[in-house]
């Protein structure tokens, strides 16, 4: 048992069932959030029969329809066990989809097991002359893993072969130890994991390999700063709030210090309550801001995509990050296993925005100064209300992802160490 909280969380679910006498409930905005999310993932991957790009999964929609992304299809590879287990679809249903979504990745293009970021969602071929990227191959990974687990059998077989090819000393720039963000056949390695950010999964992963082991986790920055009163916390460059969500929708942090002491569950906690409290500072400035429309991260905004939202601390002197009244809900949804309260309420807000919500629930993003709503799903920002959503519910992601042989031995040569507490 790696502590007593999932010993307390499971009483406590029974007490509860006990105590409703079991019956139905009624959707709340959660589960349907939960659900539309779990349906734009399953239904804008690719399943037509005989595609070589059978599985990918859309970057977004309606936009870019030709356009796949890496990382969305390792949230739909994860997403298809949540379905499963909620009953959208059938076992056999997903067992098909995830089987043969691992074929399509055994034979598509890739270097050294790592995988290019964008491809065409027909063929599996690289798109715009797009990166080999670190962190993409990552978060694929994560689904590859997540359905291996819960199918076994050829399915695991599959994902282990993936995950096994990986070479991930090839990645790593040797003089610095640190990962290389992205590689290019033109032109080589470029960019450096070098502060810390959404790439705790890597060293994971890294450190786990049967085949290409490696430990470089000491290898990124960690710089603590606070927010006006809070505590202090290690931050990311721009403050993104996804960069403190993406490896937590795997790993389950809750459990665990790392050999420095680190507790990167409750970094999380911090940093998401900083960013709450920084958007209500902003609500003066910005009219769709506030306590209870928060979370600025990557998204869609009125002039087109900014990986530069965020909130403090941010760089090295607070000006890293940028926002402009645009708010996208999967930023405080992505953090419902940190402040549930806080997400919850942001989420009943959220539903009520004029134009927000359609077929596969909220869409990315919307700016109450510039009257817009952006017209696009983003498969990774559904991606990480689904899982998020999925572990506060019953924890369902973490405990598969936590049994994979190679996440156990990763914990364990990285020297992370169970943190027995109640909260």
């Given at each position: 048992m790696r502590s007593n909280r999932r010993l307390v969380s499971v009483v406590l679910s029974v007490l509860l069932l006990t105590a409703a006498g079991c019956s139905e409930k009624r959707p709340d905005e959660l589960d349907l959030e939960a659900k539309a999310s779990f349906d734009y993932l399953w239904e804008q991957s690719n399943h037509m029969e005989g595609s070589a790009g059978y599985g990918l999964t859309r970057d977004r929609y309606p936009g870019n329809p030709t356009i796949a992304s890496t990382?969305?299809?390792?949230?739909?590879?994860?997403?298809?066990?949540?379905?499963?287990?909620?009953?959208?679809?059938?076992?056999?249903?997903?067992?098909?989809?995830?089987?043969?979504?691992?074929?399509?990745?055994?034979?598509?293009?890739?270097?050294?097991?790592?995988?290019?970021?964008?491809?065409?969602?027909?063929?599996?071929?690289?798109?715009?002359?797009?990166?080999?990227?670190?962190?993409?191959?990552?978060?694929?990974?994560?689904?590859?893993?997540?359905?291996?687990?819960?199918?076994?059998?050829?399915?695991?077989?599959?994902?282990?072969?993936?995950?096994?090819?990986?070479?991930?000393?090839?990645?790593?720039?040797?003089?610095?130890?640190?990962?290389?963000?992205?590689?290019?056949?033109?032109?080589?390695?470029?960019?450096?994991?070098?502060?810390?950010?959404?790439?705790?999964?890597?060293?994971?992963?890294?450190?786990?390999?049967?085949?290409?082991?490696?430990?470089?986790?000491?290898?990124?920055?960690?710089?603590?700063?606070?927010?006006?009163?809070?505590?202090?916390?290690?931050?990311?460059?721009?403050?993104?709030?996804?960069?403190?969500?993406?490896?937590?929708?795997?790993?389950?942090?809750?459990?665990?210090?790392?050999?420095?002491g680190i507790d990167w569950f409750r970094n999380s906690v911090i940093a998401s309550e900083a960013s709450r409290q920084f958007a209500i500072d902003q609500s003066a400035v910005f009219k769709g801001v506030g306590e209870r429309s928060w979370g600025f991260t990557a998204s869609d905004s009125p002039t087109g995509y900014n990986g530069l939202f965020g909130s403090p601390p941010s760089g090295y002197d607070d000006k890293a990050h940028r926002i402009d009244g645009t708010v996208p809900p999967a930023g405080a949804l992505g953090s419902i296993v940190f402040t549930p309260e806080p997400s919850l309420e942001a989420l009943k807000y959220y539903v009520t925005v004029p134009d927000l919500s359609g077929e596969y629930g909220l869409k990315d993003a919307f700016n109450l100064d510039a009257d817009w709503v952006g017209p696009d799903y983003i498969g990774i920002d559904k991606g990480i209300t689904l899982l998020m959503a999925s572990n506060y519910r019953d924890e369902s992601v973490w405990n598969l992802f936590m049994d994979v042989p190679y996440v156990k031995k990763g914990l364990k040569v990285l020297q992370f160490k169970e943190n027995n507490y109640i909260e």
């Open positions: 990382a969305a299809t390792g949230f739909a590879l994860t997403a298809i066990p949540i379905g499963v287990e909620n009953g959208w679809i059938s076992r056999e249903e997903g067992y098909e989809r995830a089987d043969r979504t691992l074929d399509t990745l055994l034979r598509m293009d890739h270097e050294r097991g790592f995988f290019y970021h964008f491809v065409h969602i027909d063929t599996g071929k690289r798109e715009w002359d797009s990166e080999i990227s670190s962190i993409d191959t990552g978060l694929l990974l994560g689904g590859v893993l997540t359905v291996g687990q819960y199918f076994g059998g050829d399915v695991r077989e599959k994902s282990e072969q993936l995950f096994e090819r990986v070479d991930w000393p090839w990645f790593v720039d040797r003089e610095r130890n640190q990962f290389y963000m992205a590689y290019y056949p033109e032109k080589g390695f470029e960019g450096h994991w070098d502060f810390y950010a959404e790439q705790l999964l890597l060293y994971v992963l890294a450190a786990g390999s049967p085949t290409y082991p490696i430990d470089v986790y000491d290898g990124f920055a960690r710089r603590q700063a606070a927010y006006k009163d809070s505590e202090p916390f290690i931050h990311s460059w721009f403050g993104s709030l996804f960069t403190y969500q993406f490896s937590h929708a795997w790993i389950d942090f809750r459990d665990w210090i790392d050999r420095d």
